[in-house]
């Protein structure tokens, strides 16, 4: 399973609800790890690797995770900025404001429901990767010169791998 990169047309757009918790769910989200850790990530939503499923995984430290149609129903006011890449615009990165907590609920890979509270990066993390589920990306968080320097950079890296 590869990673899609920057600009095709799948990180643009909604991913689905999975209505059901099956056998397939299970195999993308073993797969979704193994490109994750491949990839030495911290996270990664299914439309990432060209599924449009409500699916993530994050991977912390301390902390892994694989929810299954995750929704954020809470953050604070407080907000961070801090240095954000993404496995999919591989190489540059940008300073992103996002809240420093969040609590998100969705399923876990038994189906059942849950609910969790991260601080810090963690929930950066969460936040990143729910914002893949709804099509958005990091650049998107950024003035317009950020965004247009940002992908330039992203473009030029591009061309010299090549």
Do not use: W
């Amino acid at each position: 399973m590869e990673i899609v990169t920057y600009p095709d047309d799948v990180l643009r757009k909604e991913a689905s609800p999975v209505e059901d918790v099956d056998e397939e769910i299970v195999t993308l989200a073993d797969r979704m790890t193994e490109a994750l850790f491949r990839a030495e990530g911290i996270g990664l939503a299914a439309p990432q690797v060209g599924v449009l499923a409500r699916v993530i995984v994050v991977n912390l430290e301390d902390d892994f995770q694989i929810v299954v149609n995750p929704e954020i129903i809470e953050t604070n006011r407080e907000v961070e900025s801090l240095a954000e890449g993404c496995l999919s615009i591989p190489g540059p990165e940008a300073e992103v404001e996002r809240p420093t907590k969040v609590v998100v609920q969705g399923y876990d890979l038994d189906g059942k429901h849950i609910k969790l509270t991260r601080e810090g990066l963690a929930a950066r993390v969460f936040l990143h990767e729910v914002d893949h589920l709804n099509g958005k990306l990091y650049v998107d968080h950024l003035s317009e010169t950020s965004r247009s320097l940002t992908l330039r950079e992203y473009r030029n890296m591009r061309k010299e791998e090549q």
